[in-house]
């Protein structure tokens, strides 16, 4: 496979010289049409078709020393699987991707490529637009998954040695993929009822929908990975009862689920409620439809806090959910804002107000005890702050007051207690994150290692799934030795 592919590759470059190559403009991918996608959850971005994938795959020059592989937290092969795109052999393309990432499909969608794989592409150094690897990523997976011919990764035989995973978000789907690689009996536990995590609760239909996910983990499943739903590692079993059971090591990526508020007046009041609280129960429980057995208050002046794609997802779920006004309050400016520049562009042109440089001080109620108004104090930029990001400041006497019917707080997130308070021994930050060493184990207690949010407080999710498969490394390492 190797020598055929090296071939081939040999035989593109002579094919279009690097020059030719990169005087064709970047493929944007098709968009579902604002007025329509306001009105229901169909995915946004309507993916490439094959002849734009070829011509975008035709932009790569497969570079000697890619510097978008080193940017990859999963060290995908990227020119290999672009020059399969390339030649047409799309299929060959996808087994590429399959050798490093547990969720192809998933990262082509919800990654920030424009600040990983991309940001490194040799495009951006003559000031050009990068190779839309993502877009490509994306297009692999789904033209394998809608052909019906989907290969499964190839593992080792079975060792009988079993493996606990916590968590079923990207870090535990990343790490339980690459140890079935390696022949471990894995078992992944997961505290809600739909095994994805944050894919399934957190990202909604629109921008990644269950589908994708299912059959992703349907293929981690046919690598042999079980899976355990309903199942709080810390109350329904605990650490202990699972090293009874036999397995051996424990990777914790039970991920950041606890919301943070801003401990102001009024947030006690009725529909004013976490990011987590909102998405979970839209996404997981289906409480913005009709005749839904756990229906969410359907806002019509919505607010959301916060700048990040978590506020983005909120805020164009409230639309989705009927909202006639729908607001970001951010007290940065929009050059600061965290989120993706696409998820920022969609909400825009979905017709999400942005309130940038207000914070909110202070939430108001009717005699009933919901939130009717809040109270907005203005901001200014003063001095770059820890992150690099310029703080913001308040503008003495600028208040101003604005109608709502719901709030929705999106400042982030801690990490979840449940498991680490259940680990007698181990390490943990002052954040409430669990310490690992650079193979991501405890350093305290070696049979325990650890992923994700759960370690750094905050990640995307391939930084996540990074962690998966470092974590992955290091236990079959620690079992080895």
């Known amino acids: 496979m190797t020598d055929r592919n090296e071939i081939w590759r040999e035989t593109l470059r002579q094919s279009l010289k690097a020059k030719e190559r990169m005087a064709i403009e970047r493929i944007h991918m098709p968009e579902l049409d604002p007025a329509i996608r306001r009105t229901n959850n169909q995915e946004v971005n ?61 990262c082509g969608r919800v990654c920030p490529q424009e600040i990983q794989c991309e940001a490194k592409c040799i495009y951006i150094k003559s000031g050009k637009q990068a190779v839309a690897i ?37 870090a535990g789907l990343s790490c339980a993929g690459d140890l079935a690689k390696l022949g471990y009996s894995v078992t992944v536990f997961e505290a809600l009822h739909e095994i994805g995590g944050v894919l399934k609760y957190g990202i909604p239909e629109f921008r990644l929908p269950n589908e994708i996910v299912d059959v992703e983990i349907n293929n981690l499943r046919q690598m042999g990975v079980e899976f355990v739903n309903d199942c709080v590692v810390g109350k329904t079993i605990s650490p202990e009862d699972l090293a009874a059971e036999g397995f051996r090591c424990l990777f914790v990526g039970s991920g950041a689920g606890l919301p943070r508020f801003m401990n102001i007046k009024g947030e006690n009041l009725i529909n004013v409620l976490s990011s987590n609280e909102y998405l979970t129960r839209v996404n997981l429980m289906g409480a913005g439809r009709e005749n839904s057995d756990t229906p969410v208050y359907k806002g019509k002046r919505v607010a959301v806090i916060g700048g990040g794609n ?62 009717r108004q809040m109270r907005l104090q203005k901001m200014t930029l003063g001095e770059p702050d820890a992150s690099g990001r310029r703080s913001p400041v ?51 207690i070696p049979t325990i290692f650890a992923g994700g949010d759960i370690v750094r407080g905050g990640a995307t999710v391939i930084l996540a799934m990074g962690d998966g498969r470092k974590a992955a490394a290091g236990i079959d390492a620690y079992l080895k030795s």
Request: hydrophobic share 40%; with cysteine; charged share 25%.
């Open 46 to 106: 309507q993916g490439l078709s094959i002849e734009q994938a070829k011509l975008e795959a035709s932009r790569c020059i497969d570079c000697p020393n890619p510097g978008c592989v080193s940017g990859c937290p999963v060290n995908i092969d990227i020119p290999g699987f672009i020059k399969n795109i390339e030649r047409g052999e799309i299929l060959e393309a996808a087994k590429v991707l399959k050798l490093t990432s547990a969720l192809p499909a998933v």
């Open 134 to 170: 993502g877009n490509l990523e994306r297009f692999a997976a789904d033209y394998e998954r809608e052909s019906g011919t989907i290969s499964i990764p190839q593992c080792a035989p079975a060792n009988g040695i079993k493996v606990a995973v916590i968590g079923s978000g990207p």
């Open 310 to 371: 978590t506020a983005m997802d909120s805020v164009r779920t409230a639309i989705r959910n009927g909202a006639e006004r729908a607001m970001i309050v951010y007290r940065r400016s929009e050059n600061e804002m965290p989120a993706r520049m696409e998820e920022i562009k969609h909400a825009k042109e979905e017709g999400v107000e942005f309130l940038t440089l207000h914070n909110p001080i202070e939430y108001l109620g009717d005699k009933e005890g919901r939130v």
């Open 394 to 444: 308040e503008i003495p006497g600028a208040i101003e007051t604005m109608d709502v019917d719901m709030v929705i707080v999106a400042i982030g997130v801690s990490p979840n207690p449940i498991v680490p308070s259940s680990i007698d021994g181990l390490q943990m930050s002052k954040w409430g994150t669990i310490v690992v060493n650079e193979s991501m184990q405890s350093a305290e």
